[in-house]
């Protein structure tokens, strides 16, 4: 009885074999495997294929003489991702323009006709880009800039009245009175544009201070003489 036992718990203790339901999973699992390679296969394949046809061409491109651009059609992430490395083993420029993903696109650039950053911008604007009128634009900037550079160098322009201070008084102090005006006028450091006759002498100043300390000392003089008086 023992023994029976023995070989029960062993017999109840290994695996069961495998059932019905457990054999389609498997099987079920093995198809989606088998499925997910061929499509990995598949894609190796398309992107090979498709290296070959931008490798293609690139070459056209580069062998064309009057293209000095080329504009591929919109093309998914990992194809635009493919030609920018054939342009760049090309030796050549490469940019991608576009706001979404289903119309973004490639556009090719031959090295000596590299686009400017104003080139760019056009293309990320959505616009074509125009030569001709981009070089109409950059010569009236230049002409511009010229002509700044000319008034920096002139300098300001000299301040002139309209019409002459005499002209202007002539109905009020005549023409005698505005020429002799003129004549009187002089120009002075201190005093500024103000009639001869109107500026004081400092010798005058001078010799009026002496007559008020005079007079100072006069008088001082008087009120002492006063006070002493009155204390005797």
């Known amino acids: 009885m023992a023994e029976l036992d023995l070989l029960g718990s062993i017999l109840s203790a290994m695996e069961r074999p495998p059932g019905l339901a457990d054999g389609e999973a498997r099987r079920r699992a093995r198809e989606q495997a088998a499925r997910v390679k061929k499509l990995q296969e598949q894609e190796k394949r398309q992107k090979v294929e498709f290296r ?19 504009r591929f059609q919109p093309m998914s992430k990992i194809e635009r991702s493919i030609l920018h490395d054939v342009v760049e083993v090309a030796g050549l420029t490469s940019f991608s323009f576009g706001d979404d993903e289903e119309s973004r696109y490639v556009m090719v650039f031959k090295k000596e006709f ?10 990320r604007r959505g616009e074509e880009w125009d030569p001709q009128r981009a070089e109409e634009k950059r010569r009236l900037r230049e002409l511009a800039a010229q002509e700044e550079e000319a008034e920096l160098r002139r300098g300001p322009a000299p301040v002139s ?4 201070y005499k002209d202007k008084y002539r109905h009020l102090i005549g023409t005698a009175a505005a020429k002799a005006a003129a004549r ?5 450091k201190a005093y500024g544009c103000v009639p001869v006759a109107n500026k004081r002498d400092t010798r005058s100043i001078e010799e009026a201070m002496n007559e008020i300390r005079a007079k ?5 003089a008087e009120d002492e003489g006063g006070a002493g008086g009155a204390s005797a």
Do not use: C, H, W
Not at 56 to 70: L, N
Not at 161 to 164: A, K, Y
């Open 161 to 164: 009245p309209l019409s002459d």
């Open 52 to 70: 070959k046809r931008m490798e293609q061409e690139v070459s056209e491109f580069i062998q064309a003489s009057g293209e000095p651009r080329r």
């Open 114 to 123: 590299a686009p400017s950053d104003e080139e760019l911008e056009a293309y």
């Open 216 to 220: 100072k000392r006069l008088r001082q």
């Open 184 to 188: 009187t006028m002089e120009a002075n």
